[in-house]
């Protein structure tokens, strides 16, 4: 609380009372802490692959590694980290492009299949590598008002996160409804859950379940902020279930 005091005297200037003001700031505080947290964050996960980078470059300019694999080794490490820097750089751009005040989106008619497909496209790699059946079964005629570029972002974050946490031999399923007064889309998947504690936490920025292993294989930890601020952009909800070993299943709104 912030407190703002004053007496009140009476007409022959005699104390006669105080007023006292309390102000509730929590949601200030909250708000400044998230912040400082937020920057703290950031300096941290810029700091990690800059350091390995340095490092690595450091040891193959200074000292004279004649051992080519070793040096190869090396290399691809410090293009591993550079990579990892990039999409960093890139989400947050995304995010920060997203919390602008004015930010509005562009809607235009998206048909779900054909972003599915374009999606594929580029993660079939992966889906292959991982022996992942994936099946969609999405009307083709399914059509609705949203931004394109969007709408593509929430389905690449979403599988890639639905292949990365499924073991081989799993299984990916994208169903979308038409339904009343929205379009129902839903990504589901066989893979390793998400434990019912961190199951209302996995939407903050930089949130993961596992910090040890996720940052090793790859994600910002900003892929789930960004896609529940493109939902809630397009006045949608996001909603996710899951069971730890059995599989997660995220629920996406749009609103018609
Ligand atoms: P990351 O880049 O770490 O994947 P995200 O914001 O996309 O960051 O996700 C936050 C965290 O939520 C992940 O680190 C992971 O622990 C958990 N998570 C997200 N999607 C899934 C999923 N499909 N299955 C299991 N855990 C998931």
């Known amino acids: ?87 960093l750089i890139q989400d947050l751009l995304t995010l920060s492009r997203l919390e602008k005040e004015d930010s509005q989106v562009r809607l235009s008619k998206v048909n779900l299949i054909k972003i599915i497909e374009e999606v594929i496209q580029v993660l079939n ?52 409804v038409d339904e009343e007064e929205f379009i129902h889309i839903i990504v589901k998947d066989t893979g390793i859950g998400i434990p019912a504690e961190s199951l209302s936490r996995i939407f903050e920025r930089f949130y993961r379940v596992d910090k040890a292993r996720s940052r090793n294989t790859g994600g910002t930890g900003l892929g789930l902020a960004i896609v529940k601020h493109i939902v809630e952009l397009h006045q949608g909800k996001i909603e996710v279930e899951s069971e730890v070993d059995v599989g997660t299943t995220f629920h996406i709104y749009f609103p018609k």
Do not use: C, W
């Open 1 to 87: 609380f912030e407190v703002i005091g004053a007496p009140i005297f009476d007409d022959r200037n005699m104390l006669k009372g105080g007023i006292l003001v309390l102000y509730d700031i929590t949601e200030l505080k909250k708000l400044e802490r998230m912040r400082k947290d937020f920057v703290a964050n950031v300096s941290h996960e810029l700091k990690t692959p800059i350091t390995s980078i340095r490092g690595f470059s450091e040891t193959l300019l200074e000292e004279d590694i004649n051992d080519k694999d070793t040096a190869r080794h090396f290399l691809s490490i410090i293009n591993e980290e550079s990579k990892r820097l990039q999409m």
């Open 125 to 176: 790699i992966h889906l292959e590598q991982k022996e992942i059946a994936f099946k969609v079964n999405v009307p083709k005629e399914l059509i609705f008002m949203a931004e394109l570029t969007s709408v593509k972002q929430i389905m690449i974050n979403l599988l890639e996160n639905a292949i990365h946490y499924t073991p081989k031999g799993g299984e990916v399923r994208i169903h979308a």
